[in-house]
């Protein structure tokens, strides 16, 4: 038996007036050195490369001229990696992605989160995750992913937003031991449970399937995965919250613990007060008195101050009507007058002076003798120009 019997998969009929592309073989050129088909085969030799044996069919010749002068370079998949490609095909169950490679990547659609389906379509680009191959039928098989796609991004995003004023809403998905695992646009991240409150957590199951807002603070590269904080996002809210207080105003809250000073209540969501105990009475009293207050009880209480607006002192009792400073300002003063006040503050475009408890006011550097060296805690006698008691201003001039 000849070697063309042998290699059916090579053998080409020359006696056709055509050429048709089903019969012509690109492995022929390689098969120059057999004497039996160079008896057939007119040899188009390429300058440089005498070795390679092309084709006698000028369409044939054409197509090889065209592979081998085109710009495009084959990208072999990476597992773990992104590739760029075009949807070529898509059925109720698998998408197929050309990234410019021998295979197209196969994408099992009942894998992907239903919320991206809709931008896997034919025809359009895509980037896909290579999460794995395998050889089926003497050939590779790629199978990825767009959802991993967005998620590698997302996780790169959220990484990079360490250290960063930006907090991420987190379905808290699961209590493990230490913490929680929560998940931000489909990135599984850690919260530890110190974290997942402005205090102690009473109940650790309490955040279970809520959405919370989280704040990035560190990525584990043992453990692959990003450290966020509930509670970092909650101290963000602090300032906001305090400016909204109303002295003497009645508020709810749970018990977070108790020392000899007094209870302390969390309140707003990110708010932590201090009942001291001359401020507790009727049935609490006893109950402190008995050290018998279970954290996590809920209670009722009055705003008594805000001191450097930060502590928050409560009450159990109700505060006596607040009387504001500037309530009847306008008929202790008669405009213009001279007054002597303290100085509080010295800034740039002049100095606030206090004239009475919570009445402050700014003398302008405009109405500052030049050279005057002012101090703060030193009286001065100024006159009072202007009062808005609505806005809560006093200007004075020397």
């Known amino acids: 038996m000849s070697n063309l019997n042998k290699h059916k998969k090579l053998y080409v009929d020359f006696s056709k007036d055509t050429f048709e592309e089903d019969d012509f073989d690109w492995e022929l050129y390689r098969y120059k050195d057999n004497p039996k088909l160079e008896k057939n085969t007119k040899i188009i030799k390429k300058e440089g490369d005498p070795s390679i044996v092309y084709s006698h069919e000028p369409y044939a010749q054409d197509l090889y001229d065209s592979y081998m002068n085109s710009n495009v370079e084959l990208q072999e998949p990476v597992i773990g990696g992104l590739s760029e490609g075009v949807v070529t095909q898509i059925n109720d169950r698998f998408a197929m992605v050309d990234v410019n490679w021998r295979e197209d990547i196969k ?29 089926k039928k003497n050939q590779y098989e ?17 990484k990079n937003s360490v250290g960063e004023d930006v907090a991420y809403p987190a379905l808290v998905k699961r209590l493990v031991h230490g913490g929680y695992f929560v ?8 919260m530890p449970g110190s974290l997942g409150g402005m205090n ?20 584990s590269k043992d453990k692959g995965y ?22 003497g105003k009645k508020y709810k809250g749970f018990v977070t613990g108790c020392s000899r000073h007094g209870i ?26 008995e050290r018998s207050i279970n954290a996590g009880s809920e209670i009722t209480f009055y705003l008594l101050d805000i001191i450097n607006n930060k502590k928050i002192s409560l009450s159990i009792k109700k505060p006596a009507p607040v009387v504001s400073a ?27 002076i206090e004239i009475e408890p919570r009445v402050v006011g700014l ?7 030049k050279n005057l060296e002012l101090e703060v805690g030193e009286e001065i006698e100024v006159k009072i120009v202007k009062i808005d008691s609505e806005s809560k201003k006093v200007d004075f001039t020397m």
């Open 326 to 352: 500037w309530d009847d300002i306008n008929d202790r003063y008669e405009l213009p007058t001279y007054v002597t006040g303290k100085i509080k503050r010295v800034v740039k475009y002049g100095v606030f």
């Open 183 to 190: 998940e931000i646009d489909g990135v599984e991240c850690f």
């Open 226 to 247: 990003v450290v966020v904080s509930h509670r970092a996002f909650l101290q963000t809210l602090i300032p906001s919250e305090i400016s909204k207080l109303v002295r």
């Open 142 to 158: 790629y199978t990825g992913s767009y959802t991993k796609n967005i998620q590698e991004k997302k996780l790169e995003e959220i």
């Open 200 to 219: 102690k957590l009473i109940d650790f199951s309490s955040l279970l399937n809520k959405t919370i807002y989280t704040v990035p603070i560190n990525f």
């Open 264 to 289: 302390f209540v969390e309140f707003n969501d990110c708010l932590t007060g201090l009942v001291p105990k001359s401020e507790i009475d009727g049935d609490l009293l006893i109950k402190f008195e």
């Open 107 to 135: 994408i099992d659609l009942h894998k992907e989160n239903p919320e991206y389906i809709k931008y896997i379509q034919k025809d359009f680009p895509i980037e896909v995750y290579i999460d794995r191959s395998k050889v």
């Open 363 to 369: 003398l302008h550097k405009s109405h500052i003798e």
